[in-house]
């Protein structure tokens, strides 16, 4: 999914034909002894970028300039646009309509004024505080397999993340489609580094909704066709959601704790989200697709075609063929719901790559098939992505065949067309697409919730990361977070009493609800991260829908063994307030050798399993008695995709004795219900941890079929 040659030659002749200024290039690569502030007021082809340092206030709250903040210590990375940047985006402001002259003097107000001179300052400079340097060009973030743009890590002083954009052309970088300079880049000095720019770095502050609004009326975006049925739907206002803004005044005004400094029992300060952000996900049918399908130009292409076309095709017989789009009940939007998900995923974090089974972090390149499984908007419904080595890219609802015997590998054998699933194309980032709260990706095949997708989702395993159950954490890139700092390694959620900040679980005062991120700590969890809830604990969670209705076990992965693990009570139904006690307490201190985990020292257990039972014998008949011997106990053991430990560990889950599941329960359940499961303390110990890593949805045509035993990955 490369930008293609012509394109990106074309963006590098007309930035270098509208840069006219004369530009000091000695100081490439040269440690200039120079604070940023005075390297710019050296140099007059970033005089006027300079002023507006000068101008510009660190906050609103505060009576330093940016340029201040650049004369003094620190780590920062400047995209330092020249006079000439500045003077086209003026230009720009002018075609729009938004100014009458390309000139200062122009605008109507000093708001307007100001607001300007905060997009151009804020988005191009980076803070990386105390603990990261600034980004030279060869520390900027690197491709993916599927994908030449990959957010930085840490956001701008906008709190934007800015895009690395790759392109054919040999020495050619962009951020956020503008050229980095390749004369004028890694400008070392004193505290931090400078690149300069050709253009003004301005990503769009529209949102999803806008940018739909618009394009029903625009041919050439891509989408007319998928933008007509979201408003249809009622969806735009939805879709314009940028920012809870009684959640940012909370926090400004400090009615929000911002960290959690509890010290009894605790080994880190989790620190509170300064925001919570929207985000969405659009997987959208092209334009093409539906002139193809229909038969009409775009623009003559109606609602009514539409949902004739759904119709004749067989699309969701149960639906209501009537008009009133708004319906969760009616065609048109449970077809185009099932497109959107309540998160923005940014295109490298589709599906979350770290230590699965033979991952390297620094090549990036897929081994073993990864997935992940979100609920999507409307009704209720799971859509499944999915990449592997050789699935040739990220994938909606893809099934391939794959090597999962207890000698296999994992890998994918073979993929029945009917199964390939979706292939997600690459979205368009650039000027007023890049917005903040949602991203859209074209699609060339008709999505929608088939009763085959029903289907091959019952017939598998559905494993999820617990956090993925939460929008808000990746909107608020909470998330795996690759930044190691405290701030964002070790994350603590307000409880009910102080905001409710995940709408999906409620959590009682007594609850400290703590995130680790666990980059760099070698943790033997999915995708190294883990819940560690804390406190004289109670806490409800939503649970995602089931595919089918059947009879399902729902597992909870343990990492087990640490003598500050807890104990608690599960609860699980369908009316939140009236959930019914499930099996014994779940003790997080037993482990899979025959050992219970206290303060005080190791006693038996009764898992039943033994030393001999870790790792995996040669003899794949003792195996299978072992895991049937651990299934009576209500207990499995770890999976075989994912490292027990950091990226690149030999060692697998199902090798290690504290890495087990524990099948909570085993019961009917119907996608058209909503469960939730309830955790509660029963020790009287506020110091306690409760842990929380994957769960797993299985049906009972998986664990209990006679002709062929569940895989052990």
């Not at 000139?103 to 505080?129: L, M, Q, T, Y």
């Not at 999962?404 to 997600?424: Q, V």
Request: proline share 4%; aromatic share 10%.
């Amino acid at each position: 999914m490369k930008r293609s040659l012509l394109h990106a030659l074309a963006i590098v002749a007309l930035v270098i034909a509208g840069c006219t200024e004369d530009i000091d290039t000695s100081a490439r690569y040269v440690f200039t002894e120079e604070t940023i502030t005075s390297y710019l007021a050296k140099h007059d082809s970033y005089s006027e970028y300079y002023r507006l340092l000068g101008e510009v206030m660190v906050s609103n709250i505060s009576e330093t300039t940016v340029s201040q903040l650049l004369s003094a210590r620190g780590h920062y990375t400047v995209f330092a646009p020249t006079n000439d940047a500045i003077q086209l985006y003026l230009d720009s402001l002018v075609s729009q309509g938004l100014l009458a002259e390309a000139s200062w003097d122009a605008f109507p107000n000093e708001h307007k004024r100001d607001s300007i001179r905060h997009v151009i300052v804020f988005n191009s400079i980076i803070d990386s505080g105390d603990d990261y340097n600034p980004y030279e060009i060869n520390s900027l973030p690197s491709p993916t397999s599927t994908s030449n743009s990959v957010d930085i890590p840490l956001p701008n002083m906008y709190d934007r993340k800015l895009i690395v954009q790759y392109t054919d052309v040999p020495d050619s970088i962009l951020i956020n489609d503008c050229v980095i300079d390749v004369n004028n880049r890694d400008i070392l000095c004193i505290n931090g580094v400078i690149h300069a720019m050709n253009r003004v770095i301005s990503p769009s502050n529209n949102t999803l909704g806008y940018l739909l609004k618009k394009y029903t009326e625009d041919e050439n975006s891509n989408f007319v066709v998928a933008a007509k049925m979201a408003e249809a739907c009622g969806l735009v206002d939805t879709l314009s959601a940028n920012r809870d803004e009684k959640y940012e005044e909370l926090f400004q005004q400090r009615k929000i704790k911002s960290k959690n400094e509890e010290t009894k029992g605790e080994t880190a300060t989790f620190h509170t989200p300064e925001h919570r952000y929207f985000g969405f996900t659009f997987f959208a049918e092209t334009d093409e697709f539906w002139k193809q399908a229909i038969g009409k130009d775009v623009m003559d292409i109606t609602l009514e075609d539409v949902m004739a076309y759904l119709d004749a095709e067989g699309i969701y017989p149960e639906a209501k063929r009537d008009n009133n789009y708004k319906s969760e009940d009616n065609l048109l939007n449970q077809f185009i719901t099932y497109h959107l998900l309540p998160e923005r995923l940014s295109p490298d974090k589709l599906v979350f790559h770290y230590n699965e089974m033979g991952y390297n972090t620094s090549k990036k390149t897929p081994t073993v098939p990864v997935m992940e499984f979100y609920t999507t908007m409307g009704k209720r419904r799971l859509l499944k992505i999915f990449e592997s080595a050789e699935s040739n890219g990220v994938y909606l609802n893809r099934f391939p065949v794959l090597d999962n015997e207890r000698r296999g590998s994992y890998h994918e054998l073979s993929c029945d067309p009917d199964k390939a699933g979706i292939r997600i194309g690459e979205p368009n980032l650039e000027g007023e697409n890049n917005i903040r709260n949602g991203i859209i990706y074209p699609i060339d095949e008709l999505l929608w919730y088939s009763d085959k997708t029903r289907d091959n989702l019952q017939k598998q395993r559905i494993r999820w990361s617990v956090p993925s159950m939460w929008p808000e954490f990746m909107n608020n890139d909470i998330r795996g977070n690759e930044i190691t700092d405290e701030k964002h390694k070790n994350v603590y959620i307000p409880n009910e009493e102080e905001y409710k900040y995940l709408e999906d679980v409620d959590i009682s005062r007594e609850t400290r609800f703590n995130y680790w991120t666990g980059r760099g700590n070698g943790w033997a969890n999915m995708q190294g991260d883990e819940m560690s809830i804390r406190g004289l604990l109670d806490c409800t969670m939503r649970l995602p829908p089931v595919p089918r209705r059947g009879t399902y076990e729902l597992r909870y992965a343990i990492q087990c063994g640490g003598v500050m693990r807890g104990m608690v009570q599960f609860y699980w139904g369908t009316r939140k307030d009236k959930l019914a006690a499930m099996g014994i307490p779940l003790d997080l201190r037993q482990a899979g050798d025959n050992t219970l985990h206290t303060p005080n020292g190791n006693v038996t257990s009764v898992i039943g399993a033994g030393d001999s039972a870790y790792p995996d014998t040669n003899d794949d008949d003792y195996n299978a008695e072992v895991d049937k011997r651990m299934r009576n106990f209500g207990f499995m053991k770890g999976c075989n995709q994912y490292c027990a430990g950091a990226p690149g560990n030999a060692s697998m889950m199902r090798a290690s004795n504290i890495c087990l599941r524990r099948i909570l329960f085993r019961a009917t359940m119907d996608p058209d219900e909503t469960y939730y499961i309830r955790f509660k303390t029963v020790m009287d110990d506020d110091t306690r941890f409760f842990y929380m890593d994957y769960l797993e949805y299985c049906a009972k045509e998986i664990y209990d079929n006679p002709e062929k035993p569940e895989d052990i990955w």
